[in-house]
T-cell receptor
Framework: DTGVSQNPRHKITKRGQNVTFRCDPI?????LYWYRQTLGQGPEFLTY????????KSRLLSDRFSAERPKGSFSTLEIQRTEQGDSAMYLC?????????????FGPGTRLTVL | AQTVTQSQPEMSVQEAETVTLSCTYD???????LFWYKQPPSRQMILVIR??????QNATENRFSVNFQKAAKSFSLKISDSQLGDAAMYFC???????????????FGKGTKLSVKP
């Protein structure tokens, strides 16, 4: 299957620890997005890449968050000094091309629990 | 800033019946796209249907159709002949056509949880 994959699927960590998530988009998709979804809410945009360039970051992305897409393929999202408020589902999506009409394909998400 | 509102946290429908999920949005833009996404329990989100704002004709995908009222900024989803597999969270989403600014990220509502009774 060539869908969007995310690892790990679940992560439990203690407050103050650093965590890193990985997203593998659909092959040849040049756009990659990160969203955060908390309980009872819709996904909220965090950041997106076109190839290896990070083109936009939401105000939700504090300086404890960093995302990379070094070779324009997979992406990583790192959270430093985690806080309980970081507990959420982190979703990755990818799309082909620049048109806003193009479908974003979502991965299964990484559920983060900060104790 | 654009916002999307789904006023029905939960809805229920009998199998084989029809249900309509509501969505309103706020924007000052004239060109944009609207989407309905389905998120089954513990499964990934998938696109159900999309609508270009410049098109007056309502989009249809098999049992799924929308009622797009641009002036009212309303975008409802109708599911006909409901099936057990339709049970999921449904999210309405907005996407700007602005190529220069927020290019392509989706703005979601809070979702509507749909239950289908056998």
């Amino acid at each position: 299957d060539t869908g969007v994959s995310q690892n790990p699927r679940h992560k439990i960590t203690k407050r103050g620890q650093n965590v890193t998530f990985r997203c593998d988009p659909i092959s040849e998709h040049n756009r990659l997005y990160w969203y955060r979804q908390t309980l009872g809410q819709g996904p909220e945009f965090l950041t997106y890449f076109q190839n290896e360039a990070q083109l936009e970051k939401s105000r939700l992305l504090s300086d404890r968050f960093s995302a990379e897409r070094p070779k324009g393929s997979f992406s990583t999202l790192e959270i430093q000094r985690t806080e309980q408020g970081d507990s959420a589902m982190y979703l990755c999506a990818s799309s082909l091309g620049q048109s806003p009409y193009n479908e974003q394909f979502f991965g299964p998400g990484t559920r983060l629990t900060v104790l | 800033a654009q916002t999307v509102t789904q006023s029905q946290p939960e809805m229920s429908v009998q199998e084989a019946e029809t249900v309509t999920l509501s969505c309103t949005y706020d924007t000052s833009e004239s060109d944009y796209y609207l989407f309905w996404y389905k998120q089954p329990p513990s499964r990934q989100m998938i696109l159900v249907i999309r609508q270009e704002a410049y098109k007056q004709q309502n989009a249809t995908e098999n049992r799924f159709s929308v009622n797009f009222q641009k002036a009212a900024k309303s975008f409802s989803l109708k599911i006909s002949d409901s099936q057990l597999g339709d049970a999921a969270m449904y999210f309405c989403a907005y996407r700007s056509e602005n190529y220069g600014g927020s290019q392509g990220n989706l703005i979601f509502g809070k979702g509507t949880k749909l239950s289908v009774k056998p």
